[in-house]
């Protein structure tokens, strides 16, 4: 089993940055891929980012890339979701995840275990 906390949501105005943590443990974190997905009032969970297991490979949903930075520290057991620029439309529910292979990527398939979220809201 794993758990995972994330931490670092709040309220900023359009434009500003938010740096949100994810808190994993319960197995080796370090060999595994970890990914953020979001979901707004009303719509589905989206793929945001990835990132593989030794922090070398990351993926990015297009509307984020430029504005978004996913990163590891895998003696912390943590990782990271950078959020500069923020938009209205970045309003979400973040949730971290884990998943059981060396790599990442957009599927949510791929990340059986996941956080509770942490909200994040944008004011125009």
């Known amino acids: 089993q794993v758990q995972l906390v994330e931490s670092g949501g709040g309220l900023v105005q359009a434009g500003g940055s938010l740096r949100l943590s994810c808190a994993a443990s319960?197995?080796?974190?370090?060999?595994?891929?970890m990914g953020w997905f979001r979901q707004a009032p009303g719509k589905e969970r989206e793929f945001v980012a990835a990132?593989?297991?030794?922090?070398?490979?990351?993926f990015y949903t297009n509307s984020v890339k430029g504005r978004f930075t996913i990163s590891r520290d895998n003696p912390k057991n943590t990782v990271y979701l950078q959020m500069n620029s923020l938009k209205s439309e970045d309003t979400a529910v973040y949730l971290c995840?884990?998943?059981?292979?060396?790599?990442?990527?957009?599927?949510?398939?791929?990340?059986?275990?996941w956080g509770q979220g942490t909200q994040v809201t944008v004011s125009s």
């Open positions: 995840a884990a998943s059981t292979t060396y790599s990442a990527g957009p599927s949510q398939g791929l990340y059986p275990y």
């Open positions: 319960g197995r080796t974190f370090s060999r595994y891929g």
């Open positions: 990132i593989s297991w030794s922090g070398d490979t990351t």
